[in-house]
């Protein structure tokens, strides 16, 4: 319930009360003892600070996540958070790290059987290694190594990662 009011509260430009709701949630099931729910809150709260552009306490928030849900054998919820720690390394241009994180996310997905989230992250490594790219190319002589992945498709990318 407090998930859907704070995103309502975000949605219409009030994002300091959708901060607030989500600390409350947080706060009261940290005091039940409620591992996942703590978990839900910290996650939601760290996808907020990604969108006010403060990537450091919205990757803390979801790391925190993270350890929750591992803690709670939650592997979804893990799973979730460590996408969304991959898209916060990304907007905070540590792309090797987002990478590695994406790739993480990708294969509890797979182990997971949820095809849809995993389908989901793929383009979220293209769009990494396109900003990488783009990043050396820039500032750099020698291009990534991941290069030739950039021609492939979504599929044709999952092939060459994890191939063998």
């Known amino acids: 319930m407090t998930a859907v009011l704070a995103e309502s509260l975000d949605l219409n430009g009030v994002r300091a009360s959708a901060i607030a709701v989500h600390e409350r949630a947080a706060g009261i099931a940290r005091l039940l003892g409620d591992r996942v729910a703590e978990s839900d809150a910290l996650f939601n709260l760290g996808e907020t600070y990604l969108r006010t552009d403060d990537y450091v306490t919205g990757m803390d928030l979801l790391d925190r996540a993270r350890i929750g849900y591992r803690t709670a054998s939650e592997a979804l919820g893990e799973a979730n958070a460590l996408c969304y720690l991959g898209l916060g390394r990304y907007l905070s241009a540590d792309y090797p790290a ?67």
Not at 109 to 133: H, M, Q, W
């Open 98 to 164: 987002a990478i590695t994180i994406l790739e993480q996310a990708i294969e509890m997905y797979r182990e997971l059987g949820d095809r849809r989230r995993r389908d989901g992250a793929l383009p979220r490594i293209r769009d990494v290694i396109l900003a990488s790219t783009r990043a050396a190319a820039i500032t750099g002589p020698n291009p990534p190594a991941r290069v030739p992945e950039l021609i492939f498709a979504p599929a044709e990318v999952e092939r060459v990662l994890y191939s063998g």
